[in-house]
């Protein structure tokens, strides 16, 4: 039991993140607003729907638009139910912009939902351009005791909504992937020093499972970007840099099918590991982040960070890396011993 606390902790870890991630809800958040177009100096009639809202239940609901500092209250609301919210805005005649046509923010707020907003929710055209004039006589209604959503619940993003829980599995995958990759490379250089075999057989266990892992990965990957790109696979920089990385890996073990010779074969894939993983640096975190990309996190599109990934997705999400590389290690230290178990066999026969 003594020397299997690692094994039990990566279980552990992975049952709580698994739970953690599927029944914590998301906060409150505002998908849609319909019409998302007006027209300067009339009245813009707007259905707003809410995702985990309680429009209906909530006493002290307010909502604004805002353009640039500027905002303005809605006025006639009526909660059709707990997820949908009509409210009524006279638009100024001016606006205090020079564009033509104005991209305006939405805000909700009461006191159970705390605050949500949905950025560029609404355009309006206006005929006429005075900024000076339109400052002037704009009847401002700041943002004042704004309530706070209280309770453990994941941030809601409009493009990912549930889907944001797939952060646990594609990409704790491709951290614990790396990890492996980065053991197996130690390994391969040991092997090259020392010509020990069960450096080898350590190296093959840990780049077989790594393969899976980042398959499962490329799979996970492609599920989000059915959701949020609209599409299973696409000519992204990233994914055909993912593909060419794990098509490298997958040659390895072509490549130890090759030989029949167990210290060729032994030496030539240390020496083929070594500069796969030495690929890993140009085509993941270099390439995709000098042309554009969908991807988060490369070629100018930002990453998950500050509140995408908050503290309450970091409970789940650095646990699920750590229980994740635990139980790769586990089954490649299973695929080790079997390794060992064979070449003791081969050898008795």
Wanted: hydrophobic letters at 45%.
């Amino acid at each position: 039991m003594k020397n299997n606390w690692w094994k039990i902790l990566g279980v552990l870890l992975i049952i709580y993140a698994l739970l953690f991630g599927v029944l914590t809800p998301l906060k409150p958040g505002l998908p849609s607003v319909y019409p998302f177009n007006g027209k300067s100096g009339e009245r813009l009639d707007l259905t707003i729907e809410g995702y985990n809202t309680h429009f209906k239940e909530a006493k002290n609901q307010r909502v604004w638009l805002k353009l640039a500092d500027r905002t303005m209250l809605g006025k006639a609301l009526v909660a059709n139910s707990n997820n949908s919210l009509k409210v009524s805005f006279d638009i100024p005649a001016l606006l205090p912009t020079t564009d033509t046509v104005a991209s305006l923010t939405l805000i909700t707020n009461n006191e159970i939902d705390g605050t949500s907003i949905l950025p560029s929710a609404v355009f309006i055209k206006q005929n006429q351009i005075d900024t000076l004039t339109a400052i002037n006589t704009w009847a401002n209604s700041p943002l004042e005791s704004l309530h706070s959503y209280e309770g453990t619940a994941f941030p809601y993003r409009n493009v990912l909504g549930e889907t944001i829980r797939n952060l646990y599995y594609h990409v704790s995958l491709w951290f614990a992937m790396f990890i492996m990759l980065t053991i197996a490379v130690v390994y391969s250089i040991k092997y090259l020093r020392n010509g020990n075999m069960n450096d080898d057989h350590r190296a093959n266990a840990l780049i077989a499972i790594s393969v899976v892992y980042g398959l499962l990965g490329c799979a996970t990957g492609s599920i989000w970007a059915k959701h949020t790109w609209g599409t299973w696979w696409t000519a992204d920089v990233k994914l055909n840099m993912s593909a060419i990385f794990m098509l490298i890996y997958l040659a390895y073990f072509v490549l130890r099918g090759s030989f029949q010779d167990e210290i060729k074969r032994a030496r030539l894939s240390s020496v083929y590991n070594i500069f796969a993983f030495a690929s890993l640096i140009p085509l993941l975190f270099v390439i995709p982040r000098l042309v554009d990309s969908l991807h988060p996190g490369n070629g100018g599109n930002p990453g998950f960070g500050g509140e995408d990934l908050d503290n309450t997705m970091r409970m789940a999400f650095y646990p699920m890396i750590i229980g994740m590389t635990l139980l790769g290690l586990w089954i490649s230290d299973l695929r080790y011993r079997l390794a060992v178990l064979r070449d003791k066999f081969l050898d008795r026969a």
